[in-house]
């Protein structure tokens, strides 16, 4: 049985300050947008960004973005919840249009379809990030907070190889499980 599209998640777009913005590059904007919306963690958020945080102190950050200065929350929350955002140093705009008959402010969604291509670029971005070679920290999983090295690329995984004083492995890891770093192995 075909799902009736108008009962599809649909999505309000948040457009952006400098100080939001800021907030992605520091990887804090979900848990910010949150206590704002006074929602918990089920209410879909979609930041369309990946951040990894720094493996050492003289590191930066590495953040991964697919569009700049937007993030989108699950239409289902009350809508003077979304427009109070604008009175936040973190959001510009609630993208909303004027009802012609009465002035009032209608939210503008977009569908759960636009959404999911924007995730297929940041998995794809992610994914680009990666190559054979390159040092990595493993952020998941019995081997987390390990560095190894990429040695085969698969699309989604990655072969990694790890080396401690006693032990080798070489494991298959989504590449999801890792980020790279930017240390050169010296």
Known sequence: MKRDERDAQTWVVLELTRAGERLI??????????????????HPI???AV???PTRADEAPIVLSVTEGYVFVAAGLPDSDLYALENTPIVKKVLHTREPSTGMRV??????????ELRQGLAK???????????VL???GLLAGLEGTVVLDN????DVYVEMRSLRLLRRLPK???RPTKSTGG
Not at 125 to 135: D, E, F, Q, R, T
Not at 155 to 158: F, G, N, Y
């Open 25 to 42: 590059d520091e990887g804090k904007m979900d848990g910010v947008l949150r206590r704002h919306l006074k929602c918990g963690d089920a």
């Open 138 to 140: 493993v952020l998941h």
């Open 125 to 135: 971005l992610v994914a680009s990030a990666i190559s054979p070679g390159m040092p």
């Open 155 to 158: 699309e989604v995984t990655v």
């Open 51 to 53: 951040f990894y945080p």
């Open 107 to 116: 939210l503008m969604t977009v569908p759960d379809h636009s959404l999911r």
């Open 46 to 48: 979609f930041v369309p």
């Open 176 to 178: 999801t499980s890792v």
